[in-house]
């Protein structure tokens, strides 16, 4: 079953502005990542959260991460046109040392 | 450059044909993955291979049929398909094995193979 629900699905902000995705699982996770895919092109990981985590920075990403309401949250800060993609989350959960459970996306436009 | 290398990036292929996707990984990783991400839908996870054993085949119809030869190469080998297998398929690798932490999970993909089947 599909573990992780991105919100929302497009997202449409002007260049300096900043983007905030959500994300929703199912069920316990041992850490929680976020990709980035550029049109037709091959995910790139960004960040990792662990489950005992709250928070963490990455220049200028933000990630949050409330396990008691199974969430996580992706800020993008003074967003850039070279910033447009799509992003994902995805989880490892409890009982898997390897596989990934992708959300189905949110669609980042940033307009110069 | 992210380290997976996948070839062909592009390909056509009538419902008859047999043709094969390749991925090679020159990260020193030990887990090897394939996904299927169609228009609209979530990445789908298709086989997973750790140290060259195949431990996950997510109900994949048999026309699809991977082989792992060793731990930095991965081919999906593909037969009498259906227009609706057309898909971007991505190559991923990661570290795996029992130690390592989380970073062991991190995935590396490759650009992917935009296959049609017409």
């Known amino acids: 079953s599909q573990q992780g629900e991105e919100d929302p699905q497009a997202l449409s902000i002007q260049e300096g502005e900043n983007a905030t995705m959500n994300c929703s699982y199912k069920?316990?996770?041992?850490?929680l990542q976020w990709y980035r895919q550029n049109s037709g092109r091959g995910l790139v990981h960004l960040i990792l959260?662990?489950?005992?985590?709250r928070e963490k920075h990455s220049g200028r990403l933000r990630v949050t991460l409330d396990t008691s309401k199974k969430s996580s949250s992706l800020l993008i800060t003074a967003s850039r046109a070279a910033d447009t993609a799509s992003y994902f989350c995805a989880t490892v959960s409890m009982d898997s040392s390897y596989k990934l459970i992708f959300g189905s996306g949110t669609r980042l436009l940033v307009r110069p | 450059e992210t380290g997976v290398t996948q070839t062909p990036r592009h390909l056509v292929m009538g419902m008859t044909n047999k043709k094969s996707l390749k991925c090679e990984q020159h990260l020193g990783h030990n887990a090897m993955y394939w996904y299927k991400q169609s228009a609209k839908k979530p990445l789908e996870l298709m086989f997973v291979?750790?140290?060259?054993?195949?431990?996950e085949n997510n109900s994949v119809p048999s026309r699809f049929s991977p082989e792992c030869p060793n731990s930095s190469h991965l081919f999906l080998h593909l037969h009498t398909l259906q227009p609706e297998d057309s898909a971007l398929y991505l190559c991923?690798?990661?570290?795996?094995?029992?130690?390592?932490?989380?970073?062991?999970?991190?995935?590396?993909f490759g650009a992917g193979t935009r296959l049609s089947v017409l």
């Open positions: 291979y750790n140290f060259k054993e195949q431990t």
């Open positions: 991923a690798s990661s570290p795996g094995g029992a130690s390592g932490g989380v970073a062991k999970n991190i995935q590396y």
């Open positions: 959260i662990r489950s005992n985590e």
């Open positions: 069920t316990s996770i041992n850490n």
